[in-house]
């Protein structure tokens, strides 16, 4: 008993000790000795659970700080909310936080909070204001940080958030400046700063080889997609590959990479897409996926079971994708009808969806129209902001509208979308023409000639020289009016004859007002015709004579 009175006061500081050389189970053996002797001592409660938290015990930690009363009534808003964050509680961890003493750790924490909810703009906003306001050991983590959060939001977001100046010195940052760029279209930008980056990290873990590999895993994943982007799929399967079968990497890169490579397999190689997806799932892989990237292998996985011809499996993947609220997940439940032949059914997922996405609503659509349901098509593509004002778009509602509204209709709504066209300084006076005399011949087919001439005078009016409107207003006109087709047919310029061409000359030549000529040139072909033709009979005559053999049964 004296003896363990004596040794007593030695544990705080082998405790210490311990913790800060990161023996961190070593020092929980002796909180645990101290506990046995008094459950109370806040001190080694506080302690235990700090070593809890470092060996990644986060269940275990929150437990004791939850358990205890003593515990309950200190400040410990921080640890706690960082526990819930591990065990990916974010909207908990979230709740802890707003109890807390605001500070830079529990700002960041917050910040990695939303970056994990990929509310991105919200962890920007922290990350940029700790970043102007702090400087200190961590600068370049929160540096990092914030470059990461702009990236992810380029990647994962229809709407990026606009990149800032930052430093580009260590391999992190060049990494996430690389991934930006790559997510908004500059191939070229990426793979410069990915090179940069690569070289960066070799020079910080010049002396462990082994680490350098680690790090580097994901700026060979990037350099696989910049080629994958370009459409070398055999060189970004390469590169993939190699991070796959050296275990290079994170649980995470190489379900990115993985999964990279189902997409370029399609619908071939499935075998080998299967072991691919593999990597993909799991808790320990997922929980570290972004929501986007989550969906994506999910969305693959549904995919392999059509083309491997799974239904059942399809479609039960496909209504779980829905449940989860993937934009896209209609689709595939569209495509399982579609192939089993039901039509309504795939036409009532689409029109039900809870979130029209242009794919959707595009998919729609052309379901509509092959069930010729030309009224609901021209609905389903009506209103789309992302084709207003293009030509072809234009082209498709009109054909729709004719089939649906009848001709008026038609022709009023390419009046109203030629002139938005010419409002919006979009196109050359040349297109825009082109699409005037269009709009005319077609209303002229339409039985329509005075709206026709009306609409060519008033393009000429603009553009007098146009001969094809011209012509066509002399046409449009004669069906309604031929003595004031004859006034506008003045309005024909005088053909020009180059003085070299002698008309003569050309009126005498084959083919043109000679008849004789005509016949001199035709002639002898009808003599090749008729001699063919007497060949062939010449010869049909001669089978005939020979006789047949016949076949007899014996």
Not at 65 to 91: C, H, P, V
Not at 384 to 395: A, Q, V
Not at 415 to 443: C, M, P
Request: charged share 30%; glycine share 4%; net charge positive.
């Amino acid at each position: 008993s004296s003896g363990i009175n004596a040794e007593w006061p030695l544990r705080p500081g082998q405790i210490k000790k311990l913790g800060s050389d990161g023996y961190y189970n070593k020092a929980l053996a002796l909180i645990q000795e101290i506990l046995t002797r008094n459950p109370r001592d806040v001190d080694a409660l506080k302690c235990k659970v700090v070593c809890l938290l470092k060996l990644d015990k986060c269940r275990e930690a929150y437990h004791v700080m939850s358990a205890d009363k003593d515990l309950q009534k200190l400040d410990f808003w921080f640890e706690r909310a960082y526990a819930l964050y591990r065990q990916n509680k974010l909207q908990e961890a979230i709740a802890e936080l707003k109890n807390a003493e605001k500070s830079a750790r529990t700002e960041e924490l917050l910040a990695q909070i939303y970056y994990k909810l990929d509310s991105y703009e919200e962890a920007y906003n922290i990350y940029k204001a700790l970043v102007k306001n702090i400087v200190d050991q961590n600068t370049n983590e929160r540096e990092t940080n914030l470059a990461a959060t702009l990236a992810s939001s380029a990647a994962f977001n229809t709407k990026p958030l606009k990149w800032v100046a930052l430093r580009e010195s260590t391999y992190e940052l060049c990494y996430n400046s690389a991934c930006y760029k790559l997510a908004v279209g500059d191939t070229d930008g990426a793979e410069e700063r990915l090179h940069k980056a690569k070289e960066l990290c070799k020079k910080e873990f010049e002396d462990d080889e082994q680490e350098f590999e680690y790090e580097q895993a994901p700026i060979q994943v990037m350099l696989g997609l910049c080629e994958q982007q370009r459409g070398n799929s055999k060189e970004a399967v390469t590169l993939y590959n190699n991070v796959i079968k050296e275990k290079h990497g994170d649980a995470q890169t190489v379900a990115v990479a993985a999964n990279n490579i189902i997409c370029i397999n399609k619908d071939q190689n499935m075998f080998d897409s299967k072991k691919k997806l593999k990597l993909c799932t799991g808790e320990q892989v997922t929980k570290r996926l972004a929501q986007y990237q989550r969906h994506s292998i999910d969305f693959n996985s549904c995919l392999l079971s059509f083309y491997t011809n799974q239904l059942e499996s399809f479609r039960n993947k496909s209504l779980e994708l829905q449940q989860s609220g993937l934009d896209l997940a209609p689709l595939l439940l569209a495509t399982y009808y579609n192939k089993e032949k039901k039509m309504d059914e795939a036409v009532k997922v689409l029109t039900d969806a809870p979130v029209r996405s242009l794919a959707v609503q595009l998919a729609l659509a052309q379901l509509q129209k092959s069930k010729g349901d030309f009224e609901g098509c021209h609905k389903s593509l009506s209103g789309l902001s992302e084709f207003e004002g293009r030509p072809g778009y234009i082209n498709i509602l009109a054909g729709l509208l004719l089939h649906t509204a009848g001709p008026e209709k038609c022709i009023g709504y390419l009046e109203d979308a030629l002139t938005k066209l010419r409002s919006s300084g979009s196109y050359s006076a040349s297109q825009l023409n082109e699409w005037t005399i269009s709009l005319a011949r077609f209303v002229l087919s339409q039985n329509l000639p005075q709206r026709s001439a009306t609409i060519l005078e008033y393009l000429l009016s603009r553009d007098s020289t146009n001969i094809k409107a011209l012509a066509l207003l002399i046409r449009s006109v004669s069906l309604f009016d031929a003595p004031r087709a004859k006034d506008v047919a003045q309005r024909l310029p005088e053909i020009q004859i180059p003085s070299e061409i002698n008309l003569e000359e050309l009126e005498m030549g084959v083919g043109v007002t000679s008849g004789r000529g005509l016949r001199k040139v035709i002639q002898p072909e009808e003599e090749k015709i008729k001699e063919a033709n007497r060949r062939f009979e010449t010869k049909e005559k001669k089978r005939k004579k020979k006789k047949v053999p016949t076949a007899t049964l014996r």
